[in-house]
């Protein structure tokens, strides 16, 4: 009976399905988080353990919730470091992160090693900051997702696909917080020719 019972112990262990990172990128204002809400209450719904973590130093909609521009919400843990959400995740299925550009480098060890665990790692980010250079640690963990998704938003100045978030304001400090007030999102074209004007 013992063998049988250690058999059966082994069998389940083996089908655990295995992690996996999901990444999903973009401009301010193209629907990263309205995407990784989405996902995350999809997971919920399916009674799947979910954790939501976000930089503590995104404020900009609430202290504690992850807020998309279209005002969906989804309660989440602000961590200081990314190394506080290998400490924060026990018992779960899905880890979402939001902002993960804001995250240190260590972030894609963090992901990578939740995913060795068969969690399901889903990752929200801006590729790419105001100058246009990849932002943060996002692209290593593009480079070690196995899927990625790269959403857009509308050029606010062509109507294009823009791919770029351009700041209004003067200030070249590289976090910046903001909404439409700071940032806008305009296409490689119109981003190229303002780049010209500078």
């Known amino acids: 009976m013992e063998f049988h019972a ?6 389940i262990e ?3 399905k295995p992690g996996s990172i999901e990444v999903i990128c973009g401009s301010m204002f193209s629907g990263k ?7 995350l209450k999809r997971a919920k719904f399916a009674n799947q353990n979910v954790e939501i973590f976000k930089p503590k130093i995104d404020i900009r909609y609430s202290d504690a919730e992850v807020v998309s521009h279209d005002s969906n919400t989804i309660l989440s843990t602000p961590v200081d470091s990314s190394n506080n959400i290998l400490l924060l995740t026990g018992n779960v299925d899905v880890v979402g992160i939001d902002e993960a550009q804001f995250f240190d480098h260590g972030i894609v060890d963090v992901a990578q090693q939740l995913a060795a665990q068969g969690i399901r790692v889903i990752i929200a980010g801006l590729d790419m900051d ?7 640690p996002m692209p290593a963990l593009m480079a070690v997702a196995e899927y990625v998704t790269k959403v857009h938003a509308i050029c606010v100045r062509c109507g294009d696909i823009a791919n770029h978030s351009h700041r209004l304001s003067s200030s070249d400090k590289l976090v910046e917080l903001g909404e439409k007030d700071i940032y806008e999102p305009i296409c490689r074209h119109c981003f190229n020719k303002l780049k010209k004007a500078t």
């Open 33 to 39: 988080t309205e995407e990784l809400i989405r996902r």
């Open 14 to 16: 083996s089908a655990k």
């Open 130 to 136: 105001y100058l246009g250079n990849p932002f943060g």
């Open 6 to 11: 250690k058999l059966r112990k082994m069998f």
